[in-house]
């Protein structure tokens, strides 16, 4: 095709004659498209005839392109070394869009398109991801997380953690996107327990993905409050936490936990119960901190509004908080609040 013909398709691109007519053109069959502009240019249509006076001379342009090629051919050759200056350029990635952001490497890509094929819900990792990616570089979702109060730093879930160093250690975005959590309240394994996804993207091969129960709240489960974001409802609370960035001994004067740190001392020799302290982003979530709402592991099949789980699964929350600040994310379809509504874009 003449370059200059070629050049003047992609000028015709950006009006909207060209814009109407070139997606319709390419659905058409090819021995119809030589009369298509014709058709159309008849047609009492206001905006093609405002177009047809800036385009004047489009029908010389139609009427030169080779027999041999047709529009579509030509318009996909265009985009083989396409200027993003001039158009819209498809995209070359060949992963899931919800996986294809910065700060993440091939092979992280390729594993996360694996997510897709995997038992999470789709609209979890959807939600998920996209936390993920406004955070990958930068602290993106950091408008909300102060809001409600943050527990005081000389609490014992704290040890003096305060928003000024949420925000430092954020500064450089998400560092850690080897292993995150996905707790999915809407699909139950019993009356008061939900789904917990436990995601490792670091280990070789495909990531490994442990699925167990994660607690819910008395308040959500029992008592029909839903999720609210409010102090004493005993409730599970909806969005995406970063944990905090030591362990704790969880009920460490609650005769309760004896034996769940009986349990654990037995496997690792550790006499405590494994807690992290999380920070809710979200409007509905961020009172967590103040609320006192932990990964941590119990005893019971149900919570106080804690995400808690079994005291086998200890080394999560270990895991969690040594590569802190780690995502973790209470999802429930149809629930969620979206993420922008706390990010700076």
């Known amino acids: 095709m003449n370059k200059g013909i070629l050049s003047a398709l992609l000028l015709l691109w950006g009006?909207?004659?060209?814009?109407?007519?070139?997606?319709?053109?390419?659905?058409?069959?090819?021995e119809k498209?030589?009369?298509?502009?014709?058709?159309?240019?008849?047609?009492?249509?206001?905006?093609?005839?405002?177009?047809?006076?800036?385009?004047?001379?489009v029908h010389?342009?139609?009427?030169?392109?080779?027999?041999?090629?047709?529009?579509?051919?030509?318009?996909?050759?265009?985009?083989?070394?396409?200027?993003?200056?001039?158009?819209?350029?498809?995209?070359?990635?060949?992963?899931?869009?919800?996986?294809?952001?910065?700060?993440?490497?091939?092979?992280?890509?390729?594993?996360?398109?694996?997510?897709?094929?995997?038992?999470?819900?789709?609209?979890?990792?959807?939600?998920?991801?996209?936390?993920?990616?406004?955070?990958?570089?930068?602290?993106?979702s950091n408008k909300c997380f102060d809001k409600a109060g943050l527990a005081k730093s000389y609490h014992p879930?704290?040890?003096?953690?305060?928003?000024?160093?949420?925000?430092?250690?954020?500064?450089?975005?998400?560092?850690?996107?080897?292993?995150?959590?996905?707790?999915?309240?809407?699909?139950?394994?019993?009356?008061?327990?939900?789904?917990?996804?436990?995601?490792?993207?670091?280990?070789?091969?495909?990531?490994?993905?442990?699925?167990?129960?994660?607690?819910?709240?008395?308040?959500?489960?029992?008592?029909?409050?839903?999720?609210?974001?409010?102090?004493?409802?005993?409730?599970?609370?909806l969005g995406a936490f970063l944990t905090n960035d030591h362990v704790f001994n969880f009920g460490a004067t609650k005769e309760s936990y004896n034996r769940t740190r009986s349990i654990i001392k037995k496997i690792s020799r550790e006499n405590k119960a494994h807690a992290v302290q999380l920070f809710g982003l979200q409007n509905t979530n961020n009172g967590a901190s103040r609320d006192m709402k932990y990964l941590h592991v119990s005893p019971y099949?149900?919570?106080w509004g804690c995400p808690s789980i079994n005291a086998k699964n200890y080394w999560m929350v270990k895991e969690m908080a040594k590569h802190h600040p780690s995502l973790l994310v209470n999802y429930h379809k149809g629930k969620m609040e979206n993420i922008n509504k706390c990010s700076r874009n």
């Open 301 to 303: 099949q149900s919570s």
């Open 157 to 237: 879930s704290m040890g003096g953690t305060k928003s000024r160093d949420i925000r430092t250690r954020m500064k450089g975005g998400l560092q850690n996107k080897c292993i995150f959590i996905i707790n999915d309240m809407g699909e139950k394994k019993a009356p008061c327990r939900g789904t917990m996804y436990y995601i490792n993207m670091c280990k070789p091969g495909r990531p490994k993905i442990t699925e167990t129960y994660v607690n819910i709240g008395t308040g959500t489960c029992r008592e029909r409050k839903g999720h609210q974001n409010v102090s004493g409802k005993h409730t599970t609370i």
């Open 15 to 30: 009006t909207s004659l060209f814009g109407d007519i070139l997606p319709k053109y390419l659905q058409r069959p090819r």
């Open 60 to 140: 010389d342009i139609k009427r030169s392109i080779d027999s041999t090629t047709t529009m579509e051919t030509a318009y996909k050759n265009s985009n083989s070394n396409c200027d993003t200056t001039v158009i819209a350029c498809p995209s070359k990635s060949k992963h899931n869009p919800k996986c294809d952001f910065k700060g993440v490497d091939e092979e992280w890509k390729t594993k996360c398109d694996q997510l897709y094929s995997s038992q999470i819900p789709k609209g979890a990792l959807d939600f998920t991801l996209g936390v993920m990616a406004k955070n990958s570089t930068l602290f993106g």
């Open 33 to 57: 498209n030589i009369n298509y502009y014709d058709e159309m240019l008849e047609k009492d249509n206001p905006t093609l005839e405002s177009a047809v006076k800036v385009a004047s001379k």
